[in-house]
């Protein structure tokens, strides 16, 4: 298979790119309400994806497909930006990604009521091993520090959950490109009414937190969930995407050890390790099995 017919390049780059903002949400929230962010993040992913629009002369969806990019929209990007970012107001940002590797769990049960996605048995098993990876980091590192927070980012895992099905469905039809460039216009004109509250902010916020929200608009928001609908698009199985959002947590204890100081303690470590064994066995027990049974 050709690496640019493959899922897991675009699902890689795109886990890079969603790392960003449990480091960057907690260093904007110095400066920004939960609202603002949201606003201004999606308003610099929008006129990105404008300018693409009319410069690729990107069609507009069909009328009967309206109210699946509006649920798109809706649920995976408004509602997800909302409570994603009240939960880190209280999470620390290496807690806020454990508890969003969840998504892949849920998206498969989602996918498995919705489209009857089947899964195979040592992918159930690589699947609880990533979880105990996630229960081990959460057990021995944050559970003593249960609070709201945590309750905004569970909701948020599930409309993360949401927008993968949905995404899912749209890809069937129309092309990643417009599925993701839809889906943001239609959060980013929900965002407005955020407009107001956000002119205060933008006023008195320093140079260094807009470099760090036009990073995330650009990166974590406009190619990330453009490379996300890709991988989503191109993969055989939900899951098989889904899979790889267990490396975040990973992921967000190196950037939080390089840009804010934070060692990654025993428990991040050894969860760490559980959950890069987990995605091995995810993605490559099949390839390994068949070669031991040749």
């Not at 919705?114 to 979880?131: C, D, N, P, S």
Request: with cysteine; proline share 3%; glycine share 4%.
């Amino acid at each position: 298979m050709k690496i640019a017919d493959s899922c897991h390049p675009y699902a890689i780059a795109t886990m890079i790119f969603w790392t960003l903002p449990y480091v960057f949400t907690k260093i904007l929230l110095k400066y920004f309400s939960v609202f603002s962010i949201a606003f201004i993040r999606y308003s610099i992913a929008s006129t990105l994806f404008i300018v693409i629009i009319i410069t690729f002369k990107i069609k507009i969806p069909n009328k009967k497909d309206f109210k699946w990019f509006f649920l798109s929209g809706f649920f995976g990007i408004f509602s997800y930006m909302i409570v994603f970012n009240k939960g880190c107001t209280t999470v620390s940002a290496s807690t806020s990604s454990i508890i969003l590797s969840t998504v892949p769990v849920i998206t498969s049960l989602m996918a498995r009521f919705f489209y009857k996605e089947k899964i195979k048995i040592f992918r159930y098993v690589a699947i609880i091993i990533e979880f105990a990876g996630v229960a081990v980091i959460t057990i021995l590192h944050d559970i003593s520090s249960f609070n709201i927070g945590f309750l905004w980012l569970i909701s948020a895992a599930i409309f993360s959950s949401l927008y993968n099905i949905l995404q899912r469905k749209l890809t069937r039809t129309y092309s990643s490109l417009q599925s993701t460039i839809y889906s943001i216009l239609i959060a980013e004109i929900l965002f407005f009414m955020f407009l107001p509250g956000s002119i205060p902010d933008i006023k008195n916020a320093p140079p260094i937190a807009f470099l760090y929200i036009a990073i995330l608009g650009i990166f974590a928001s406009a190619t990330g969930y453009l490379l996300w609908t890709k991988a989503l698009s191109k993969a055989k199985e939900t899951s098989t995407v889904t899979n790889y959002m267990f490396m975040i947590p990973l992921l967000t204890s190196v950037l939080g050890f390089f840009m804010i100081n934070e060692v990654p303690d025993k428990a991040t470590i050894i969860g760490g390790l559980m959950i890069l064994t987990g995605m091995f066995i995810y993605n490559f027990g099949e390839m390994i099995k068949n070669k031991i049974i040749k």
